[in-house]
Nanobody, 123 residues
């Protein structure tokens, strides 16, 4: 599985941004979004089960971020609203071959990673 994240950029506080994660292959993996700010650990953002479409979110981000998928384009999206400076990070998408919801928030549970796309929110 290959993953290609895109859509990052420089935005202002309060703006919205949509990230894309294009994946190769028709696999029913769990696709997750993580982010990592300088000097911080990689943080879970959201995940979606490709086959059924069930979604999972970080409690702190639920309500502002929305994950979705497009089966035809083989792409997962992350819609980010009401962005603030604390959302500044390198955003990664990743694929998880397992189906244990308890593992979806752990980076170590993911088998494949994209290259990351930078999101910078200015005040």
């Amino acid at each position: 599985v290959q993953l290609q994240a895109s859509g990052g950029g420089l935005v202002q506080t309060g703006d919205s941004l949509s990230l894309s994660c294009a994946k190769s292959g028709r696999t029913n993996y769990v696709i997750g979004w993580f982010r990592q700010a300088p000097g911080k650990e990689r943080e879970f953002v959201a995940a979606i089960i490709w086959g059924g479409g069930s979604t999972y979110y970080s409690d702190s981000l639920k309500g502002r971020f929305t994950i979705s998928r497009d089966n035809i384009r083989n792409t997962v999206y992350l819609q980010m609203d009401s962005l603030n400076t604390e959302d500044t990070a390198l955003y990664y998408c990743a694929a998880n071959k397992g189906y244990l919801p308890s593992t979806y928030s752990f980076p170590g549970a993911y088998n494949y990673w994209g290259q990351g796309t930078q999101v910078t929110v200015s005040s």
